[in-house]
């Protein structure tokens, strides 16, 4: 099993930036891709970007294309969620998650999830 832990939720302005970490422990995820979801009140959780750990690739909702960029420090078992330009319909719980049956968008794919950061901008 592997245990995520989130970090780097806050409260900001729009337009400004801001980094989540997911650090992962536990049995080794060198085959897993990593996720983020996010879930507003009253909403369906949803994808936000993934990334293969292996080769890189990633996967992003249109809604943030060309804002979050993904990342991942293999040495430090973490994965970053860069968001840029933030905007009040950012404004949710952002959940990281793992899973080893590829890159994807679906909720199925994922295994593991973390409890989650709060994420709020105010307008």
């Known amino acids: 099993q592997v245990q995520l832990v989130e970090s780097g939720g806050g409260l900001v302005q729009a337009g400004d930036s801001l980094r989540l970490s997911c650090a992962a422990s536990?049995?080794?995820?060198?085959?897993?891709?990593m996720g983020w979801f996010r879930q507003a009140p009253g909403k369906e959780r949803e994808f936000v970007a993934a990334?293969?750990?292996?080769?890189?690739?990633?996967l992003y909702a249109d809604s943030v294309k060309g804002r979050f960029t993904i990342s991942r420090d293999n040495a430090k078992n973490t994965v970053y969620l860069q968001m840029n330009s933030l905007k009040a319909e950012d404004t949710a719980i952002y959940y990281c998650?793992?899973?080893?049956?590829?890159?994807?968008?679906?909720?199925?794919?994922?295994?593991?999830w973390g409890q989650g950061t709060q994420v709020t901008v105010s307008s």
């Open positions: 536990g049995r080794t995820f060198s085959s897993h891709t």
């Open positions: 998650a793992a899973g080893t049956r590829g890159l994807g968008y679906v909720r199925s794919l994922y295994d593991c």
């Open positions: 990334i293969s750990w292996t080769f890189g690739a990633t």
